[in-house]
């Protein structure tokens, strides 16, 4: 049992016929746990509307030393449906992202001679399985989140993967890569000192000093989450530094931070593809990702509906409200 309520029972069975000068004790032990808890709830520090507290007073993903949060965000208004695109299947999905991400590049070597990237693992690999762009040598990559591993690792490195299915074919190409260490705190501020080391005609900044990718493609998991960014963690909550740490399984993680995403000039998100265990596809995700009623801490990719451009697939779609449908929308 609690032992907390232990100590609240005790004293009530003795308040009857206890002598008088017993009795402020008594009464003492029998509010301990109810000035406990408010007290944790006063001195909580609050953070954009969130109170931020040690894992073990709520529930959330088993890790250690890590902190959940305590929701008190309201709801985000809906993606606008004109940022929503339905194509067919998987493989027009696919080459449309390669189209905009051509024009993206093309369009920022225009305008200063160089193209930053920021790409997340996952099925956004294979859709750029086998190119070989023109432009691959004035760009900087930079992963939206990467598993603290060496970047050799086939099974697990965004790199090794990536390398694989595409980047031995972008020549020229300049990657930013984590040391290979499985410490994801020095991976993560060791990352955002090689983005902020990169001149501004490699990475602009904002005015408000974060770094403005010319597209940033982001996935989207089941659960909602975007790069290493997951439901009901501290870290969705980031506003000052560019790349996080992410401790929440074994290895760690580091992601670029929702602001970071955000500050993108182009975002996409990109869902397709079903299987025998999601005919569906992504179709619930993307409807709790682009209308749901949700918070920022309960669906991290609704944190990006204001400025990503949605390309998905009719099975990714097909739980949609009829406006997102529309073909003239």
Same mark, same amino acid.
């Given at each position: 049992?609690?032992?907390?309520?232990?100590?609240?029972?005790?004293?009530?069975?003795?308040?009857?016929?206890?002598?008088?000068?017993?009795?402020?004790?008594?009464?003492?032990? =029998?509010?301990?746990?109810?000035?406990?808890?408010?007290?944790?709830?006063?001195?909580?520090?609050?953070?954009?509307?969130?109170?931020?507290?040690?894992?073990?007073?709520?529930?959330?993903?088993?890790?250690? %030393?890590?902190?959940? =949060?305590?929701?008190?965000?309201? !709801?985000?208004?809906?993606?606008?449906?004109?940022?929503?695109?339905?194509?067919?299947?998987?493989?027009?999905?696919?080459?449309?992202?390669?189209?905009?991400?051509?024009?993206?590049?093309?369009?920022?070597?225009?305008?200063? %001679?160089?193209?930053?990237?920021?790409?997340?693992? %996952?099925?956004? !690999?294979?859709? =750029?399985?086998?190119?070989?762009?023109?432009?691959?040598?004035?760009?900087?990559?930079?992963?939206?989140?990467?598993?603290?591993?060496?970047?050799?690792?086939?099974? !697990?490195?965004?790199?090794?993967?990536?390398?694989?299915?595409?980047?031995?074919?972008?020549?020229?190409?300049?990657?930013?890569?984590?040391?290979?260490?499985?410490?994801?705190?020095?991976?993560?501020?060791?990352?955002?000192?090689? !983005?902020?080391?990169?001149?501004?005609? +490699?990475?602009?900044?904002?005015?408000?000093?974060?770094? *403005?990718?010319?597209?940033?493609?982001?996935?989207?998991?089941?659960?909602?989450? *975007?790069?290493?960014?997951?439901?009901?963690?501290?870290?969705?909550?980031?506003?000052?530094?560019? *790349?996080?740490?992410?401790?929440? +399984?074994?290895?760690?993680?580091?992601? =670029?931070?929702?602001?970071?995403?955000?500050?993108?000039?182009?975002?996409?998100?990109?869902?397709?593809?079903?299987?025998?265990?999601?005919?569906? %596809?992504?179709?619930?995700?993307?409807?709790?990702?682009?209308?749901?009623?949700?918070?920022?801490?309960?669906?991290?990719?609704?944190?990006?509906?204001?400025?990503?451009?949605?390309?998905?697939?009719?099975?990714?779609?097909?739980?949609?409200?009829?406006?997102?449908?529309?073909?003239?929308?």
């Amino acid at each position: 049992a609690d032992p907390s309520r232990r100590i609240a029972m005790v004293p009530t069975a003795a308040l009857r016929g206890a002598p008088a000068p017993l009795m402020p004790a008594l009464l003492l032990l =029998l509010i301990a746990p109810l000035v406990h808890s408010l007290s944790f709830q006063t001195f909580a520090r609050p953070v954009a509307s969130h109170f931020i507290v040690p894992s073990p007073f709520l529930q959330g993903p088993a890790c250690s %030393g890590c902190r959940t =949060l305590a929701p008190r965000l309201s !709801l985000l208004e809906p993606a606008s449906p004109s940022r929503v695109t339905i194509l067919k299947n998987t493989n027009e999905v696919s080459k449309m992202v390669l189209e905009q991400l051509n024009a993206a590049a093309e369009a920022a070597i225009k305008e200063r %001679g160089h193209f930053a990237l920021a790409i997340p693992g %996952g099925s956004v !690999l294979k859709m =750029l399985q086998g190119s070989a762009p023109p432009w691959a040598s004035q760009t900087t990559l930079a992963y939206v989140n990467h598993k603290c591993v060496p970047m050799d690792d086939a099974a !697990l490195a965004t790199h090794a993967k990536a390398t694989a299915l595409f980047l031995s074919g972008w020549r020229g190409v300049s990657p930013i890569l984590l040391s290979g260490t499985a410490d994801a705190p020095a991976e993560a501020a060791a990352y955002q000192e090689k !983005l902020e080391a990169l001149p501004d005609y +490699k990475l602009p900044r904002n005015e408000a000093g974060l770094p *403005v990718f010319d597209l940033s493609i982001i996935g989207v998991g089941d659960d909602g989450h *975007v790069g290493s960014l997951y439901p009901g963690r501290i870290e969705v909550l980031e506003r000052t530094r560019w *790349v996080v740490p992410v401790e929440m +399984k074994i290895p760690g993680s580091i992601s =670029l931070s929702l602001p970071v995403m955000s500050a993108s000039k182009q975002v996409i998100i990109a869902a397709c593809g079903v299987s025998d265990k999601y005919p569906q %596809g992504k179709s619930d995700a993307m409807r709790r990702a682009i209308e749901g009623e949700e918070e920022l801490t309960s669906f991290p990719a609704a944190g990006l509906r204001a400025v990503a451009d949605w390309i998905i697939d009719e099975a990714a779609a097909s739980k949609l409200s009829s406006e997102y449908k529309a073909k003239d929308h």
